[in-house]
């Protein structure tokens, strides 16, 4: 497992990040076995796996439930959970207890919460309490009501000048990593040359020192959308609905099973059952 002077390290060795989010067993398990550096158990899960429209109605006990599966499929890699939506903006005493529930009782190794210079007190809070912290700014979707939408952010001089100020704020709090989502590739090349600490990208650009996609995104599995930053490195939805149509076709057919996946007794038990006449 990379730890975070590994993370340190590689930036300044200019070797890039791959971040991935994985929500259960099997995508934790893929991650693992891909060798992703970071696996992310991202809200995200809220609109891929859970089918909202938005990370909103994403809780505590679904963060905990989702850490725990996707840990037991990824034991030796970094994992990073995100707090969900207003678990961490009330109090302090808020984000401490959540965040150590999300270390305690899902097994993660640390939290990505959204927000700049607004929520570096409890970036600062949670570092001081021994938790791991991973920024995130630029389009932060659970604050997407008051950005009017999922849309770029960062493209004026003075939003430019706001997001790095935002960064310098979470690295002095002792955030260990950022990400920057939707934001121009020029201002995220900018952040990441003025940060000590790595930054990973959605929507951010080459520049950043790592990158992070969404599990059911680059394996096209999530099809509702597709943001411009996605890239589909398999069209595994559009395999998946051929497979099971055949499935489909083939019972119907009387087609499957087969006797290479059915069962057999001898034919002298089957005698007894019988006896003389067989209909
Ligand atoms: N499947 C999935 N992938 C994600 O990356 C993702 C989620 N879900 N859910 C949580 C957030 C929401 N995200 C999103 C969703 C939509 C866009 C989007 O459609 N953006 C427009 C930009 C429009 C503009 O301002 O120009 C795009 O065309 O990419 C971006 C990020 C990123 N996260
Ligand atoms: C897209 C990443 C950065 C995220 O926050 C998530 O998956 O929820
Ligand atoms: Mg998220």
């Given at each position: 497992m990379k730890t975070l002077n590994d993370f340190l390290q590689?930036?300044?060795?200019?070797?890039?990040?791959?971040m991935l989010t994985a929500y259960d067993y099997p995508s934790g398990r893929l991650a693992e076995e891909s060798g992703i550096d970071v696996v992310l158990v991202g809200d995200s899960l809220g609109m891929v796996v859970l089918g909202y429209d938005s990370t909103v109605p994403v809780t505590m006990a679904d963060m905990i439930h989702h850490t725990r599966a996707a840990r037991r499929g990824?034991?030796?890699?970094?994992?990073?959970?995100?707090?969900?939506?207003?678990?961490?903006?009330?109090?302090?005493?808020?984000?401490m207890e959540n965040a150590a529930r999300l270390v305690q009782e899902g097994g993660c190794e640390g939290v990505k919460i959204e927000g700049g210079e607004e929520i570096a007190p409890q970036v600062r809070a949670l570092v001081?309490?021994?938790?791991p912290v991973c920024g995130h700014i630029g389009l932060t979707p659970q604050s997407a009501t008051s950005l009017s939408g999922y849309k770029v952010?960062?493209?004026?001089?003075?939003?430019?000048?706001?997001?790095?100020?935002?960064?310098?704020?979470?690295?002095?709090?002792?955030?260990?990593?950022?990400?920057?989502?939707?934001?121009?590739?020029?201002v995220a090349e900018l952040i990441s040359k003025r940060l000590s600490i790595p930054t990973i990208g959605i929507g951010g650009g080459a520049a950043c020192d790592g990158q992070v996609l969404v599990f059911h995104d680059t394996l096209g599995l999530f099809e509702r959308f597709v943001?411009?930053?996605?890239?589909?490195?398999?069209?595994?939805?559009?395999?998946?609905?051929?497979?099971?149509?055949?499935?489909?076709?083939?019972v119907r057919a009387g087609a499957f099973p087969d006797e290479a996946h059915s069962f057999s007794m001898n034919e002298e038990q089957l005698k007894q059952i019988y006896g003389d006449g067989r209909d």
């Open positions: 590689m930036k300044k060795n200019g070797e890039k990040i791959v990824a034991k030796n890699t970094f994992m990073l959970t995100d707090m969900p939506y207003l678990t961490y903006q009330i109090s302090m005493a808020q984000a001081n309490a021994g938790i952010q960062g493209r004026t001089a003075e939003a430019a000048r706001k997001l790095l100020h935002d960064a310098l704020a979470l690295e002095a709090a002792g955030a260990f990593m950022i990400v920057l989502e939707c934001i121009p590739a020029q943001p411009k930053f996605v890239k589909q490195f398999e069209t595994l939805g559009a395999k998946a609905r051929d497979a099971l149509g055949a499935y489909a076709a083939e």
